[in-house]
C-alpha cells in the first residue's frame, strides 16, 4: 500500500466517527438510541438491511471457497438465496411486535422475564462468533495488502488490526445509536457494491494484457481467456472440482438451517423491519436489501473466477486459500498506484463495520431491556438505560475481538455461529402458530438443544475416555479415489509450480510444508494430465479425526470405470482411537439401522440439518402438551396485536390496538376455534412471495450466464 492508500482509509474513518458525533446529538431517549425513533424508509431500511447482512467473511469465504472448488464454491454464501422470498412475509413480524429487542418478545409471548435474559445471553455469544467471523476475514484480507505478517512489537497483524478496528466502530457506535448504524450503512453500503465489482473488471483486463496476444486487451478477450486457462469443470454451479463439497443436497439442507435460525438472529428485530416507519418498508427494506447482497455475491464468484485465472501460480494463496481476495486486490489494484487498493480495504472494513455496528446496538438494547432494566434498576430514568447501553455494547465488539484473535479459521468459525441459533429457533417458530407452546415446554426444548447439542458432545468423551476406543465408535466413511484424464489447462500447470514455492516458504520459516497437504498434480501445458482426488476416511462419530491401532488396514469395496473417470472405493478396517468431540446426533441413525458407511462429507453434513431442526420442534410440542397452559388473557392480546397492521402514526396505532383488544376476534383465522393461529395470507403477501422466487431464478441465471462469457 502506498501513501494514498492510507490517506483513503484515513478519511473513511474519519467520516465514519464524524457521522457518529452528528447523531448523537439527536438521541433522547431508548426509542432513539436503540431503534432510531423507528422512522427509516425505505432507501435506509434497504440498507441496513443490507450493510448488516453482507459480512466482511462472506467474500474472503467466496474467494477460498471458489479457489478450491470452481463457481459451485459460492454456495457458501448463495445458500441464503432461497430464504430471501421468506424475508417478505416475516419482516412484517418484527414491526408488529412493536418491541425494542427480540428478548422483548420472548417475555411477552412465553410470559417469563427470565426468558428475555436468557436470550440475551445466546445473543452475547451469538455475535461473538459470527462477528468474529469478520474480523478474522479483515486480517486475512489485509496481510497480503500491507504486505507485512507482523504488526506493533512484533505480533502476527491480526493482534494490531483486530482492536485497531474494534475502536473505530466501538466509537461512532457507541456515540450516534441506531440511527448513525443506519446513516453509515448507507455510505457503507456503496461501498460494498463497490468492492462486488471493482475487481471484475480490473481483473479481466489484467488477464487480457498478461496472457493475451497482440490486440487481445478487452473485457471479452479477458472473459476468453480465462475459459482458456481454467479446466471448464470449475464453471460448473453444482460440480466442481470438489464437487463433494457443496452438492445439491448440501445445499438445500444450509438453506433450511439458515431459513429456520436467521428469524431468531437478534439484529433482525431492527433490521428486519421492527425500526421501519410502516410495513411497506420493512418488507421492501428487507427483501430488496438482500437481494443486493445475492447480486454482490454473484460479482464475488466471479471475481474468484478471475483469480484463478490470474494469480493461480501465487505462493501466498497455495499456502491459505483464504488470502485469495487480498492478494488479487493487490496484484490487480496495486500497479495502478490509484489509491484503490486503501479503497478495497475500505470497502471490506465497510462490509464488517456496516454489521459490527448493528449487533452492538442491539446487544446493548437486550442487556438493558432485558437484564438491567428488570433485574438490577427497574426505576432508571431514559438518559441511565442509553448510557448502559452504551457501555454495555463494548461487550460485544470487544469478545468478537478476543475470539477473532483466538481462532482464524473464517468458515469453522461461520459454521459455528449458524448452529447456535438453534436453541432458540423451534420456540420462536412454534410460538408465532401455536398458542399451546407455553415456557415450561420452552425451557425444557432449550435445555434438550443445550445439553444434546453442545454439551454431551464434548462432556461424554471426557467424562468415559474409553469411548474413543469403542469399536461401536470407529466406522470411517468410505475412501472414494477418483482418478480424472483430461488435457492440462496453464492454472494446472501454474498451480503445481505454486505449490512448491509455497512449501519452501513454510520449510524456510520452519515450518512443516506438510500442512499444505497434497500435491497439486505435474501438469504440461496441452499434454494429457492425470487427476486424482480422495474423499473420505473420516470418522463418523468424531469430530476431530480417529488414528489407527497398529498399521492400517484397507480393504477394497468396488473398483468402476467410465469414461476418462475410474473410481475406485475402498474401506478402513481394524481398531481406531477417536479424537475430540463425538457426534452424538449420528448415533440416532446408527440405532434406526442406517449405515453411514457410504456418506460423502456433504451428506454427512446434510445428515446433521433433521437433528438439529426436527428435534427440538418435536421436543417442544410434545412438552407443551403435558405441561400448563400459559395465560389466556395474555395469549389474547398477543395474537390480537401481531394480526393487527401497524400505523405509522404512534397515537392512530395506539388507538388501533385497543379496538383489536377489546374485539377480541380475528376472521383471517385459517382454523377458528383451535391453538393454531394460522391466518389466511393477503394477495400482496402472495404476489410478493412469487414475484420473490422469480427473482433468485433471475440471479442464478445472471450466475450461470456470466461464468459463460468466452466460453
Not at 420456540?427 to 407455553?438: D, E, K, L, T
Request: charge should be neutral; aromatic fraction near 12%.
Amino acid at each position: 500500500m502506498t501513501l494514498i492508500d492510507y490517506l483513503v482509509l484515513a478519511i473513511y474513518f474519519a467520516v465514519m466517527i464524524g457521522i457518529g458525533l452528528w447523531a448523537m446529538r439527536g438521541v433522547k431517549d431508548q426509542e432513539d438510541y436503540f431503534m432510531g425513533g423507528r422512522g427509516f424508509g425505505k432507501l435506509l431500511q434497504t440498507f441496513a438491511a443490507f450493510g448488516a447482512g453482507t459480512g466482511a467473511h462472506e467474500p474472503v469465504t467466496v474467494g477460498r471457497t471458489g479457489w478450491t472448488s470452481g463457481l459451485s464454491g459460492v454456495w457458501s454464501a448463495l445458500m441464503w438465496l432461497f430464504v430471501t422470498p421468506v424475508y417478505w412475509i416475516t419482516a412484517v413480524w418484527y414491526r408488529r411486535m412493536r418491541h425494542l429487542t427480540l428478548g422483548d418478545w420472548f417475555v411477552e409471548r412465553y410470559q417469563s422475564k427470565s426468558l428475555g435474559a436468557a436470550y440475551t445471553l445466546f445473543a452475547i455469544v451469538f455475535y461473538m462468533f459470527y462477528l468474529s467471523t469478520m474480523f478474522s476475514a479483515v486480517a486475512k484480507f489485509a496481510v497480503p495488502l500491507l504486505g507485512v505478517e507482523t504488526g506493533w512489537f512484533g505480533y502476527d497483524l491480526k493482534y494490531t488490526l483486530v482492536p485497531a478496528i474494534a475502536v473505530v466502530v466501538i466509537l461512532y457506535g457507541v456515540l450516534g445509536g441506531l440511527a448513525a448504524a443506519y446513516i453509515t450503512d448507507l455510505i457503507q453500503g456503496l461501498f460494498i457494491i463497490l468492492l462486488s465489482v471493482l475487481l471484475i473488471p480490473y481483473g479481466l483486463w489484467a488477464i487480457a494484457a498478461r496472457f493475451g496476444g497482440p490486440g487481445e486487451d478487452g473485457l471479452m478477450d479477458g472473459f476468453r481467456i480465462m475459459h482458456e486457462r481454467v479446466s471448464g469443470d470449475y464453471f460448473s454451479l453444482f460440480a466442481g472440482p470438489s464437487s463433494g463439497e457443496f452438492p445439491v443436497q448440501y445445499i438445500l439442507s444450509l438453506s433450511v438451517l439458515a431459513l429456520v435460525g436467521i428469524v431468531v438472529q437478534p439484529h433482525f428485530i431492527a433490521t428486519g423491519g421492527g425500526t421501519a416507519k410502516t410495513e411497506d418498508e420493512a418488507r421492501i427494506g428487507l427483501v430488496v436489501g438482500n437481494f443486493l447482497k445475492r447480486l454482490c455475491t454473484v460479482g464475488w464468484a466471479l471475481t474468484a473466477l478471475i483469480a484463478l485465472a490470474l494469480l493461480a501460480g501465487n505462493a501466498e494463496i497455495a499456502a491459505d486459500p483464504d488470502r485469495v481476495w487480498g492478494v488479487a486486490a493487490r496484484e490487480i489494484l496495486g500497479p495502478l498506484n490509484l489509491g484503490l487498493v486503501g479503497l478495497m480495504l475500505a470497502c471490506l472494513l465497510a462490509a464488517m463495520m456496516s454489521s459490527a455496528d448493528c449487533y452492538m446496538i442491539v446487544t446493548s438494547a437486550l442487556v438493558v431491556r432485558n437484564v438491567y432494566a428488570p433485574y438490577i434498576n427497574p426505576g432508571a430514568d431514559e438518559k441511565r438505560y442509553v448510557l448502559v447501553g452504551r457501555l454495555t455494547g463494548l461487550i460485544i465488539i470487544v469478545g468478537a475481538a478476543v475470539v477473532a484473535m483466538r481462532f482464524s479459521d473464517v468458515f469453522g468459525q461461520f459454521k459455528m455461529a449458524m448452529e447456535l441459533p438453534i436453541l432458540f429457533a423451534a420456540p420462536f417458530w412454534v410460538g408465532m402458530y401455536w398458542r399451546r407452546a407455553n415456557r415450561t415446554a420452552v425451557w425444557g426444548t432449550m435445555a434438550f438443544s443445550l445439553v444434546f447439542f453442545f454439551v454431551l458432545p464434548y462432556a461424554l468423551p471426557r467424562l468415559a475416555p474409553a469411548m474413543h476406543q469403542w469399536p461401536s465408535l470407529s466406522a470411517t466413511t468410505e475412501i472414494v479415489t477418483t482418478t480424472v484424464q483430461r488435457t492440462a489447462t496453464e492454472s494446472d500447470v501454474a498451480r503445481h509450480e505454486a505449490f512448491l514455492e509455497a512449501g519452501e516458504n513454510i520449510r524456510a520459516n520452519g515450518g512443516d510444508p506438510t500442512t499444505l497437504g497434497a500435491a497439486p498434480p505435474v501438469a504440461v501445458l496441452g499434454q494429457p494430465i492425470t487427476i486424482v482426488t480422495q474423499t473420505g476416511g473420516k470418522p463418523i462419530y468424531w469430530a476431530d479425526g480417529s488414528d489407527p491401532v497398529g498399521e492400517p488396514e484397507i480393504e477394497t469395496v468396488s473398483q468402476t470405470s467410465n469414461g476418462n473417470i475410474d473410481v475406485l472405493i475402498q474401506r478402513q478396517i481394524g481398531q481406531r482411537v477417536g479424537r475430540g468431540s463425538l457426534n452424538l446426533d449420528f448415533l440416532l441413525y446408527d440405532a434406526v439401522g442406517i449405515d453411514l458407511g457410504g456418506a460423502s462429507k456433504a451428506t454427512l453434513e446434510t445428515l446433521r440439518l433433521p437433528t438439529r431442526v426436527l428435534l427440538p420442534f418435536a421436543v417442544l410440542i410434545m412438552l407443551s402438551l403435558f405441561t400448563r397452559r400459559d395465560d389466556s388473557v395474555a395469549l389474547d392480546r398477543y395474537f390480537a396485536k401481531m394480526n393487527t397492521p401497524v400505523l405509522a402514526d404512534p397515537v392512530a396505532d395506539h388507538a388501533r390496538l385497543e379496538a383489536a383488544y377489546a374485539a377480541n376476534s380475528n376472521p383471517r383465522k385459517v382454523f377458528p376455534g383451535t391453538d393454531l393461529e394460522f391466518v389466511w395470507p393477503t394477495g400482496k403477501e402472495v404476489l410478493g412471495f412469487v414475484a420473490a422466487c422469480g427473482v433468485c431464478g433471475l440471479i442464478i441465471g445472471l450466475l450461470i450466464w456470466l461464468a459463460g462469457i468466452g466460453a
